[in-house]
């Protein structure tokens, strides 16, 4: 989570274990509105309860790597979408040994 204290926005980063894939194929529906329903319950259902206004920005997954996906799903990655609508998928793609992940850290 980042919090902007100047404009007291929140930005949501929710890791998941499972692929691209697995958010979208069609035997895992469940996997994939459970994921999406948690994104939608942090935007829409985190408020500032002096002025009951919403507070988080954006709400987005984070998962491992990227599989091919069908045009319709390819918004979710879109920088343009994520930056308008405040939801989508970025993914972290590790290409490294452990001492390359922590050197960024």
């Given at each position: 989570m980042?919090?902007?204290k100047k404009t007291d926005e929140i930005l949501i980063f929710d890791?998941?274990?499972v692929s691209v894939k697995g958010l979208i194929s069609?035997?895992?529906v469940e996997e994939r509105r459970t994921a999406i329903a948690q994104l939608h319950q942090y935007k829409e259902a985190i408020i500032d309860f002096k002025t009951k206004e919403r507070v988080v920005k954006g709400a987005y997954a984070v998962i491992p790597r990227k599989a091919r996906?069908?045009?319709s799903y390819e918004k979710?990655?879109?920088d343009e979408y994520r930056k308008k609508y405040g939801f989508g998928?970025?993914?972290f793609e590790i290409l490294g040994e452990k001492e390359e992940v922590l050197r960024w850290m």
């Open positions: 980042l919090w902007n890791a998941k274990k069609e035997e895992e996906l069908p045009l979710f990655f879109d998928v970025y993914v």
